[in-house]
């Protein structure tokens, strides 16, 4: 039997209520609704079953030992999913959190995944002031913004500003030592880099990452190429053809799975560009990693959860316990939007025991205030806590580099960046071509 996931903070405390409780009412016919914003449909389904899926093991776990106690009514009460396909679209996010809050009259809102998406719904959820634990999402308006008012807004992802200033820090001390050294090339060398782009706010915000992290941090990296694409285009023959020409180091893609899947293959299958791919933490998914193949060998995600790798420290037994109790209930491993949105369950039903209540404000409030221990994921002092100023979450985040597995017959990651987390090194492939020696 698989040990539980995370008896920690959260569940010691509902014991503790229900112990203190003497006079505490009967099961009730009282719930706790979640409205579960998932992209279950459209261009980012993949990625949508896993945010339901592993809403649906934390809902369940939690229930199993007794549910939410709720002080107000002296009762413990279950916790009920209700699932709202945003359908991976403006339009569809729209009419999903519109139902899930007039029809359906949810207490809490968890999930979203694309930040064009949940920026259109966002206006309902402030209209209706509905707490919303956002674990997707990256781009940093998602909180930031001023032209509604997003107070009941929590943002546990990191931002677009956070990752993308981690993988490009990785580039450039990592990467660029690598192919200096390996090609005999001098220290002062800068790294090409080229960009390929979801024409979204999620891509625009990676590239204003990594341009203000190249700058503000003064790194020896030179942007090559940059190139653009819509949302949902599984076709890049013609971006790669334009990036080749450049002669990157490596290219960095903002990209859902969907579309990075078939982007790397096409660049090496295709057109030829045998380089080092970066991708983005949302990839971090079993479907990732098996619909690569080969293609992806040695490329690389920056990510805080992986279906696969354990990094180093406290976190590793759970993350180890949430993913084979995931994969004994659906026959699969969970991916990193999956996991965060397993714990984002956890976070509601915290928030709401620590209000005492379903009020919305008071849940606000709770959120705003909120420390628990961290859970699958490693979190920055090992704390789940919202900022103060733009309610944000702040992870431990790391590097991955693919390799082939002979015995899975599919690519598995490798932790290689930082030292504290890392179990291997970073390598270049013998097939892999650098840019020129000489400075663009």
């Not at 996991?339 to 709770?366: P, W």
Request: proline share 5%; net charge negative.
């Amino acid at each position: 039997m698989v040990r539980p996931v995370y008896i920690g903070a959260v569940l010691l405390l509902v014991l503790a209520l229900m112990a203190g409780c003497t006079e505490q009412k009967a099961q009730t016919q009282e719930t706790l609704k979640i409205g579960v914003v998932a992209s279950m449909t459209g261009a980012a389904s993949t990625t949508g079953k896993d945010i339901w899926q592993s809403a649906v093991i934390a809902a369940e776990e939690i229930n199993a030992r007794g549910g939410v106690y709720i002080k107000d009514i002296n009762a413990r009460v279950p916790i009920t999913l209700i699932q709202g396909d945003d359908e991976s679209s403006r339009e569809g996010g729209q009419k999903a959190v519109s139902r899930l809050i007039t029809q359906d009259g949810v207490d809490i809102l968890v999930g979203g995944f694309s930040s064009a998406v949940v920026s259109a719904h966002q206006a309902t959820v402030s209209e209706y002031k509905v707490p919303y634990i956002i674990t997707g999402a990256s781009t940093p308006t998602i909180t930031q913004r001023t032209d509604i008012d997003t107070g009941t807004m929590f943002h546990y992802c990191p931002t677009t500003d956070d990752y993308g200033e981690q993988t490009t820090l990785f580039a450039y001390e990592v990467i660029r030592k690598a192919i200096n050294e390996k090609f005999g090339y001098p220290d002062s060398r800068p790294l090409r880099m080229a960009l390929i782009i979801q024409d979204s706010p999620y891509g625009k915000g990676v590239q204003k990452a990594v341009k203000e992290t190249i700058e503000k941090k003064n790194l020896s990296i030179v942007i090559v190429a940059e190139e653009t694409y819509k949302m949902g285009e599984t076709d890049f023959r013609t971006q790669l053809t334009s990036i080749k020409a450049a002669q990157p180091d490596v290219v960095y893609p903002a990209a859902f799975l969907n579309e990075q899947i078939p982007m790397v293959t096409q660049a090496r299958r295709d057109v030829g560009l045998d380089t080092i791919f970066l991708a983005v933490e949302c990839n971090d998914d079993p479907d990732y990693y098996a619909g690569l193949g080969k293609y992806g060998e040695y490329s690389v995600i920056e990510t805080r959860f992986s279906p696969y790798a354990v990094p180093k420290g406290p976190v590793a037994d759970d993350m180890v316990a949430f993913r084979e109790n995931f994969h004994k209930r659906w026959g699969s491993y969970p991916g990193m939007m999956g996991a965060s949105t397993y714990e984002g369950i956890y976070i509601a039903a915290h928030a709401v025991e620590k209000a005492g209540t379903r009020d919305k404000a008071a849940v606000t409030r709770a959120l705003a205030t909120l420390e628990m221990p961290q859970m699958v994921e490693a979190m920055k002092d090992g704390v789940i806590k919202f900022s103060r100023d733009y309610r944000e979450a702040k992870f431990d985040l790391f590097m991955e580099q693919l390799v082939w597995n002979e015995t899975a017959g599919e690519l598995r990651p490798r932790i290689v960046w930082p030292d504290h987390m890392k179990e291997a090194d970073f390598v270049l492939p013998d097939w892999y071509v650098p840019g020129p020696a000489a400075a663009p």
